[in-house]
């Protein structure tokens, strides 16, 4: 079974930069994609970005795009979300995501999932 752990998170001004990384257990990582969610206070859990199995394929959210960078590295089991120009509307728990069956853009696409990092972004 997958596990999944995020961390990195933490309070940082508007402008700034986080790295969130997440540790997953299990021979098979190297098989299957990963994403990033969030999760404001009282809104839904939305989509932030993929990356694929080797990760040469990535794709954001627009409210994202330029701004962050997925990565990972398959040896060390592990996915990475740089977060640039962070903005206070960045504000929310960061959830990585194992890949299973459905949309890539909605949680229900992801059949494993890490306990979440808070990432809060004063302005």
């Known amino acids: 079974q997958v596990q999944l752990a995020e961390s990195g998170g933490g309070l940082v001004q508007a402008g700034g930069s986080l790295r969130l990384s997440c540790a997953a257990s299990g021979r098979t990582f190297s098989s299957y994609a990963m994403g990033w969610f969030r999760q404001a206070p009282g809104k839904e859990r939305e989509f932030v970005a993929h990356?694929?199995?080797?990760?040469?394929?990535?794709y954001y959210a627009d409210s994202v795009k330029g701004r962050f960078t997925i990565s990972r590295d398959n040896a060390k089991l592990m996915v990475y979300l740089q977060m640039n120009s962070l903005k206070p509307e960045d504000t929310a728990v960061y959830y990585c995501?194992?890949?299973?069956?459905?949309?890539?853009?909605?949680?229900?696409?992801?059949?494993?999932w890490g306990q979440g990092t808070q990432i809060t972004v004063s302005s």
């Open positions: 995501g194992k890949r299973g069956t459905g949309p890539l853009t909605s949680e229900k696409g992801y059949d494993v």
């Open positions: 990356i694929n199995s080797n990760g040469a394929i990535t």
